[in-house]
């Protein structure tokens, strides 16, 4: 059994991108760029306008203004600003030459004679500069970048409407046991309805991952042969929970072996998720995570999303956050680096929420992340700082 540090490293060492396509900017979420985007133009491409107001020369602010011309957004100055000159401007509107400064409307009268008269004894320029954002040929994004929906409006930006992304891959996910059903189906007094297939599928979603549901395997080796050989010819990467551990009906690692899969670890010192396993071919990625739900959420988050995020081109960049306890937290059993569901209060302090164990799958619906508990340490004590992952 390996450390669960080990176990991140030997997954992530066997990745590889499977080359990039040009896909449209709308529909890029998720995607990692695989290529850097440059500006086709100054940002701002003119100096601008940032406010309504009267585009004049600073020097001139004490003397009644005369107005020559009217700028709208979307058009360009006719007249150069003289003495004591202005144009009313609009917001985003260009400057016009010979002015360094706009007023605000709010900051001025107008006069009899139709002038205005600027009622404040000083004014800010108000006024962006050519360039001052961002430059031609300036990088934008660089590669590598995951896209949000933040990184949508600089696509526009720069007229990048079409972009060279990293290709993602397939996933297929099965799940095993005799005693699952679909949730659809009302259990009869030996059954559970199969959540794990559904709560993976829907992590794989979040990340804008193409799936394949193969459905559940019955507890035999030749069903979990046919499964296994369904998910290899539909998918990169198979996910698998159930059927891991070491009793009468866990067929996997035989199964695996079968078609030619290295099983590169079955074990990990970690919890909850101990026999997970996982291995690989030329071509495919492996997982068998255990049939308890939250042990399943676990290593989805923790070790599958890092190679999936490699394949894609990007290192998985999960965020920790340092925090203090709330309460004591104390472990019986300190073999294993333990991952627990907690809550994070308004003041940031770490609290325990109700927790069964790794079948407790309505305990994730209320944390706020996982709270690291280390190998050997047993207890933590109040107002301790700890590593917290949200979720």
């Given at each position: 059994?390996?450390?669960f540090?080990?176990?991140?490293?030997?997954?992530?060492?066997?990745?590889?991108?499977?080359?990039?396509?040009?896909?449209?900017?709308?529909?890029s979420?998720?995607?990692?760029?695989?290529?850097?985007?440059?500006?086709?133009?100054?940002m701002?491409?003119?100096?601008?306008?940032?406010m309504?107001?009267?585009?004049?020369?600073?020097?001139?602010?004490?003397?009644h203004?005369?107005?020559?011309?009217?700028?709208?957004?979307?058009?360009?100055?006719?007249?150069?600003?003289?003495?004591?000159?202005?144009a009313?401007?609009m917001?985003?509107?260009?400057v016009?030459?010979?002015a360094?400064?706009?007023?605000?409307v709010?900051?001025t009268?107008?006069?009899?004679d139709?002038?205005?008269?600027?009622?404040?004894?000083?004014?800010?320029?108000?006024?962006?500069?050519?360039?001052?954002?961002?430059?031609?040929?300036d990088?934008?994004?660089?590669?590598g970048?995951?896209?949000?929906?933040?990184?949508?409006p600089?696509?526009?930006?720069?007229?990048?409407?079409k972009?060279?992304?990293?290709?993602r891959?397939?996933?297929a996910?099965?799940?095993?046991g005799?005693?699952?059903v679909?949730p659809n189906?009302?259990?009869?007094?030996?059954q559970?309805?199969n959540?794990?297939?559904?709560?993976?599928?829907?992590?794989?979603?979040?990340?804008?991952?193409?799936?394949?549901?193969?459905?559940?395997?019955?507890d035999?080796?030749?069903?979990t042969?046919?499964?296994?050989?369904k998910?290899?010819?539909?998918?990169?990467?198979?996910?698998?929970?159930g059927?891991v551990?070491?009793?009468d009906?866990?067929?996997?690692?035989?199964?695996?072996?079968?078609?030619?899969?290295?099983?590169?670890?079955?074990?990990?010192?970690?919890?909850?998720?101990?026999h997970?396993i996982?291995?690989?071919?030329d071509?495919?990625?492996?997982?068998?995570?255990p049939?308890?739900?939250?042990?399943?959420?676990?290593?989805?988050?923790?070790?599958?999303?890092?190679?999936?995020?490699?394949?894609?081109?990007r290192?998985?960049?999960?965020?920790?956050?340092?925090?203090?306890?709330?309460?004591?937290?104390?472990?019986r059993?300190?073999s294993?680096?333990?991952?627990?569901?907690?809550?994070?209060?308004?003041?940031?302090?770490?609290?325990?929420?109700?927790?069964?164990?790794s079948?407790?799958?309505?305990?994730?619906?209320?944390?706020?992340?996982?709270?690291?508990?280390?190998?050997g340490i047993?207890?933590l004590?109040?107002?301790q700082?700890?590593?917290?992952?949200?979720?």
């Open positions: 059994m390996i450390s540090e080990e176990a991140i490293s030997r997954v992530t060492q066997t990745a590889r991108v499977l080359g990039t396509e040009s896909v449209d900017f709308q529909q979420l998720g995607r990692v760029l695989a290529q850097d985007i440059r500006s086709d133009m100054d701002p491409p003119f100096d601008k306008s940032t309504d107001g009267y585009a004049c020369k600073s020097e001139d602010l004490p003397n203004l005369e107005i020559i011309e009217i700028i709208p957004a979307g058009h360009f100055p006719k007249k150069e600003i003289g003495k004591n000159q202005c009313k401007i917001t985003g509107a260009p016009p030459l010979g360094d400064t706009v007023i605000m709010e900051h009268e107008i006069l009899s139709g002038k205005i008269r600027f009622t404040k004894e000083k004014s800010k320029p108000n006024i962006s500069k050519r360039a001052e954002d961002v430059h031609f040929g990088i934008v994004l660089a590669k970048t995951r896209i949000s929906a933040k990184h949508i600089v696509f526009a930006g720069v007229g990048a409407t972009i060279e992304v990293f290709k891959p397939t996933v996910v099965i799940s095993t005799d005693e699952l679909e189906i009302q259990p009869n007094n030996s559970i309805r959540t794990n297939a559904y709560q993976l599928l829907a992590a794989l979603a979040e990340l804008n991952i193409e799936t394949n549901y193969i459905g559940i395997a019955k035999t080796k030749q069903c042969s046919d499964f296994i050989l998910a290899l010819q539909s998918a990169d990467i198979i996910l698998l929970s059927a551990s070491k009793g009906y866990d067929f996997v690692p035989e199964v695996l072996k079968d078609f030619g899969i290295e099983i590169l670890f079955h074990g990990i010192q970690v919890k909850p998720g101990q997970t996982f291995g690989t071919s071509k495919k990625w492996f997982f068998g995570v049939g308890n739900p939250v042990s399943a959420f676990v290593q989805f988050e923790f070790l599958i999303k890092p190679l999936i995020f490699k394949i894609m081109g290192n998985y960049d999960e965020k920790y956050l340092r925090l203090p306890l709330g309460e004591d937290f104390v472990r059993e300190a294993r680096k333990s991952f627990e569901p907690i809550i994070i209060n308004s003041e940031g302090y770490v609290h325990r929420i109700p927790y069964n164990g079948a407790h799958i309505n305990a994730l619906s209320y944390a706020d992340g996982f709270m690291v508990f280390e190998k047993t207890q004590s109040k107002n700082l700890v590593d917290v992952r949200q979720i």
